[in-house]
Antibody, heavy 117, light 110 residues
Framework: EVQLVESGGGLVQPGGSLRLSCAASGFTFSNYWMTWVRRAPGKGLEWVANIKEDGSEKYYVDSVKGRFTISRDNAKNSLYLQMNSLRAEDTAVYYC??????????WGQGTLVTVSS | QSVLTQPPSVSAAPGQKVTISCSGSSSNIGNNYVSWYQQLPGTAPKLLIYDNNKRPSGIPDRFSGSKSGTSATLGITGLQTGDEADYYCVTWDDSVSAGVFGGGTKLAVL
C-alpha cells in the first residue's frame, strides 16, 4: 500500500526554521518526482517546490526561493523541506505529493505549520 | 492572485451538470497538460483528471476534462451531494519554471 506520511510541523516564531519530512513506503520512491504543496487557512492550494527522481533538478515558487530547500534521500525513502526565515504567510498545511500531474499521483495527509509569535 | 483563473464558486441541483473553467496563458495551459483535483473538507486532494482528459482508475466517467488553447474545463454530470468540494486545476508554467494551481472553485450541490 502506498503511503506518504508528513511530519515536522508545529508552531514556530517569525524568522524561525522548521524541517518537514515525508516518509514514503509501498512504492519505489526513487522512480518519482516529488512535490510539496501547501494550503493556507481560508486559501487555495499553492505549489511550493518539486524535485526530480535523483535530486538533480529542483524548482521553487518565487515566494519561497532563498528561504526553503527541498531535498530527498532515496536510500531512506524520504523527502524533506527545510524552511528558514519563516513568515506568518507561510502558515499552512503542507502536503507531500508523488507524481502530481499524472495517474501515479498520491498525497500525504499533511502537516500543519503555524508561524506566529 | 493565481496564475490560473477559476470561478470562486459554482452550484447546481442534484442530478444536474456543472462545468468549471480554468483560464491561463501560453506559458502554462497553452503548452502543458492540465490536471484536476478534488479536495473534500479535511482531506488530502484527490486526482480526478490528468493529461487534460484522462481519468485515473476508480474515477467515475461522470467526471470529464477538456482543453482548448489556453483554457481547460472540468465537467461533472449527475451531481451528487458527495461532490460538494473544492476543485483545482494545476499545470506547469514554463515562464516561471514552477507548478501553478488555479485559485480553486467551491462546488455547492443544492
Amino acid at each position: 500500500e502506498v503511503q506518504l506520511v508528513e511530519s515536522g510541523g508545529g508552531l514556530v516564531q517569525p524568522g524561525g526554521s522548521l524541517r518537514l519530512s515525508c516518509a514514503a513506503s509501498g512504492f519505489t520512491f526513487s522512480n518519482y518526482w516529488m512535490t510539496w504543496v501547501r494550503r493556507a487557512p481560508g486559501k487555495g492550494l499553492e505549489w511550493v517546490a518539486n524535485i526530480k527522481e535523483d535530486g538533480s533538478e529542483k524548482y521553487y515558487v518565487d515566494s519561497v526561493k532563498g528561504r526553503f530547500t527541498i531535498s530527498r534521500d532515496n536510500a531512506k525513502n524520504s523527502l524533506y523541506l527545510q524552511m528558514n526565515s519563516l513568515r506568518a504567510e507561510d502558515t499552512a498545511v503542507y502536503y507531500c505529493a508523488r507524481a502530481l500531474y499524472n495517474s501515479g499521483a498520491y498525497w500525504g495527509q499533511g502537516t500543519l505549520v503555524t508561524v506566529s509569535s | 492572485q493565481s496564475v490560473l483563473t477559476q470561478p470562486p464558486s459554482v452550484s447546481a441541483a442534484p442530478g444536474q451538470k456543472v462545468t468549471i473553467s480554468c483560464s491561463g496563458s501560453s506559458s502554462n495551459i497553452g503548452n502543458n497538460y492540465v490536471s484536476w483535483y478534488q479536495q473534500l473538507p479535511g482531506t488530502a486532494p484527490k486526482l480526478l483528471i490528468y493529461d487534460n482528459n484522462k481519468r485515473p482508475s476508480g474515477i467515475p466517467d461522470r467526471f470529464s476534462g477538456s482543453k482548448s488553447g489556453t483554457s481547460a474545463t472540468l465537467g461533472i454530470t449527475g451531481l451528487q451531494t458527495g461532490d460538494e468540494a473544492d476543485y483545482y486545476c494545476v499545470t506547469w508554467d514554463d515562464s516561471v519554471s514552477a507548478g501553478v494551481f488555479g485559485g480553486g472553485t467551491k462546488l455547492a450541490v443544492l
